[in-house]
């Protein structure tokens, strides 16, 4: 875990672009199922409320990926494809459980 935390960047807000990072908010189909989901870190997971840890099969198949690209992962021992269709900055998560949508 030292090792994790030592290699962990601190990404401001305003850095955030068109790649999937811990803390945004990604749309997405699962097979032909939509699916919206926000990256957590390390040990964050929480799929009933939407939020799933970039280590996860799901999350890592979003970490780092860009409206478009498709990843091929398997659930439940089922090959299946994700197709990212949005990517949302970090805040928009947050504004929604504020309550400010």
Do not use: W
């Amino acid at each position: 875990m030292l090792d994790t935390l030592a290699e962990a960047k601190v990404i401001a807000v305003e850095d955030q672009s068109d790649i999937a990072n811990i803390g945004c908010t990604v749309v997405f189909y699962l097979g032909s199922e939509e699916r919206t989901y926000t990256i957590g870190a390390y040990g964050e997971t929480e799929p009933e409320v939407g939020l799933v840890s970039y280590v996860t099969p799901i999350g890592s198949a979003l970490y780092k990926k860009r409206v478009g690209d498709v990843s091929h992962l398997s659930i439940d021992n089922k090959p299946t494809q994700l197709e990212i269709v949005e990517i949302l900055p970090p805040t928009y998560r947050y504004e929604r459980l504020r309550g400010g949508e």
